[in-house]
């Protein structure tokens, strides 16, 4: 199924999309040349999250273990990269260190997060500088914009979003009314929160 998705959107798509010299400057437009997600709230930090999860999010958007909900563009875009082109951009974003998101956060709720976190997402999601980033079974989530990191969350809790890792579904089962609010208080307060 990868291989002729690509080659049905690539008529779909403009051929600068598919000649374009450098494969990442059509995802720039979204995610940014820093890999911060520009200006659409909805957009995710893909800075610092390790080449091997960013390549599997982008096969999960082209089989359709992920949906385009709030971004069509996002599946006509990376339905038409090639194997080798994914792993070019998955490098590419890798590479970049990851910010804050520089988004208000209530300290009191992202002091309440971090126990959350610590409870039930640090064995698998590590900050992003941790050396051990690119063996973590999770992505890194601090410095993730909020209203995507609530918006996916969501989705796990509700199950719209397959979990690769059955444990995840056990711990977002775990959380309480409340308790994914003030997780995302405490990623959105990453670099600025002591």
């Known amino acids: 199924m990868k291989k002729i998705i690509p080659l049905v959107l690539s008529l779909l798509l403009p051929a600068s999309v598919l000649a374009s010299e450098s494969t990442w400057e059509v995802?720039?437009?979204c995610h940014g040349t820093d890999g911060m997600g520009g200006g659409d709230p909805m957009v995710p930090v893909v800075a610092g999250i390790?080449?091997?999860h960013i390549e599997e999010s982008i096969f999960a958007y082209v089989d359709g273990a992920r949906l385009c909900v709030n971004a069509p563009r996002m599946c006509e875009t990376v339905a038409a990269l090639s194997e080798s082109q994914v792993a070019q951009v998955s490098e590419y974003y890798a590479k970049m260190v990851r910010?804050?998101?520089g988004e208000e956060f209530d300290i009191v709720l992202a002091a309440e997060g971090a126990?959350?976190?610590q409870k039930y997402c640090a064995r698998c999601h590590l900050p992003p500088e941790d050396e051990h980033i690119a063996y973590a079974i999770g992505i890194p989530l601090e410095g993730q914009r909020s209203k995507y990191l609530l918006f996916a969350l969501e989705t796990y809790r509700t199950?719209?979003?397959e979990s690769l890792v059955e444990k995840m579904?056990?711990?977002m089962k775990m959380l309480k009314d409340g308790d994914l609010n003030k997780l995302v208080n405490y990623y959105s307060s990453y670099k600025l929160f002591d």
């Open 169 to 171: 579904d056990e711990k």
């Open 99 to 101: 910010g804050s998101s």
């Open 115 to 117: 126990v959350l976190h």
């Open 27 to 29: 995802c720039d437009e």
């Open 50 to 52: 390790p080449a091997g």
């Open 159 to 161: 199950g719209d979003r």
